[in-house]
DNA sequence: GTCTATAATCAGATAGAC
DNA sequence: GTCTATCTGATTATAGAC
């Protein structure tokens, strides 16, 4: 969306960054205006109500961060193990996240608060890419690569909320955001008391 | 917070539950009092704003969780080994969560949308507790149980964002609060392809 | 396509009776 | 300690000029 300065993709990229930052309800109108350079009621020439323009960024984020871990995932070809693959995919959710994408981090950001009818749509808009996540994961226990002890389930709804919340407590300083990638797929896939090589 | 039914404690208790399912903005001063059987003034007798109400229910969810957590733990004595404690604090985060106390979710759900010196408080009320939890991040690496490889940073704020995810998705089902808990423990200690004594 | 002015709504907060 | 009635302020949304 930021290919293009028309005045419709100033106020969704103004309004990915302010709803990442403060949440739906501290997401106000006239901040999401003046990141785009203008004034609250010129909104309404390009969207009809906020809940349609937050609908938006929610739809954006949800086919930014789903591309771009496809592609990283695919880019590994047809022969690539399951485990090669999950680990790309880890590694490729927190590096995009903490690329700075501001779609994506609003998405995690307010999801929760969104009404009711919105977040149905949102949420299947989202399953495809949930059901991408869940054939890594069976997959993964299929060629008994990975423990068929947890429930794959659990293990994505544990994987993807730990992963999300980087975004909200990353800052940029002692680690850069490839060796957090690194770090979460490691405490990931060989837990924190694992003994791989090279870790004591 | 439960052992009295004065107004005071009734409120409160509304609150955590408003503010658990519908986040900050969600939680209107006229649920909160309908849940404790009065009308949205009658609040103002027992505080002095939302603002105040809400604060003392982070408070109070921050003083259940660490109290529950720190019994959990310390029950097993001084001889038990880091690993065995950290085990017990995750376990018992789990537990405690889908026990279904609405105070400490609620902690998970708004943290994020607190307006700013709130949150400076809150989180400075939370501190000695996260300390908690990185000195047994660190003592389980100090004895050599634990992988020196991964940061005790982003190990504890991955931690704690995958345990707390659990009562924003968890329903009732084939899975109960038990096994949610072992299963936590299971993939943040052992990862998902953690090869351990009985699986796969 | 953006503006100024204003309406409409809603939620937090206050006053004062009981 | 709770109520009814009201006030205040903030925010979304509309009307209509330019």
């Given at each position: 969306m930021?290919?293009?300065?028309n005045g419709r993709?100033?106020?969704?990229?103004?309004?990915a960054?302010?709803l990442?930052?403060k949440g739906?309800?501290?997401a106000k109108?006239?901040e999401?205006a003046k990141?785009?350079?203008m004034?609250a009621?010129?909104?309404?020439?390009?969207?009809?109500?906020?809940d349609?323009?937050?609908?938006?960024?929610?739809?954006?984020g949800?086919?930014r961060?789903?591309r771009?871990?496809?592609?990283r995932?695919?880019?590994?070809?047809?022969?690539?193990a399951?485990?090669?693959?999950?680990?790309?995919?880890?590694?490729?959710?927190?590096d995009f996240?903490?690329s700075?994408d501001d779609y994506?981090?609003?998405?995690?950001r307010?999801f929760?608060?969104?009404?009711?009818?919105?977040r149905?749509?949102?949420?299947?808009a989202y399953s495809?890419f949930?059901?991408?996540?869940?054939?890594?994961?069976?997959a993964a226990q299929?060629?008994?690569?990975?423990s068929?002890?947890l429930?794959?389930?659990v293990?994505?709804?544990f994987?993807?909320?730990?992963l999300?919340?980087c975004?909200?407590?990353?800052r940029?300083?002692?680690?850069a955001p490839a060796q957090?990638?690194?770090q979460?797929?490691?405490?990931l896939l060989?837990?924190f008391?694992?003994s791989?090589?090279g870790?004591?």
């Open positions: 930021a290919h293009v300065d993709t100033r106020i969704l990229d103004s309004a960054t302010a990442r930052q739906l309800a501290g109108l006239s999401i990141g785009a350079g004034l009621p010129s909104i309404y020439h390009h969207f009809p109500s906020k349609h323009l937050v609908e938006q960024v929610m739809m954006e949800i086919y961060n789903s771009h871990i496809v592609a995932v695919e880019v590994l070809g047809p022969d690539a399951p485990m090669v693959r999950l680990r790309a995919a880890i590694v490729a959710h927190i996240l903490l700075g994506s981090s609003a998405v995690a307010v929760e608060d969104l009404p009711d009818e919105m149905r749509r949102v949420l299947a495809s949930d059901n991408y996540w869940r054939d890594l994961i069976v299929a060629d008994g690569s990975a068929a002890a429930d794959a389930t293990v994505r709804k994987l993807i909320a730990m999300d919340s975004s909200s407590w990353y940029p300083g002692k680690l957090i990638a690194e979460a797929a490691d405490l060989h837990g008391a694992g791989r090589p870790a004591m």
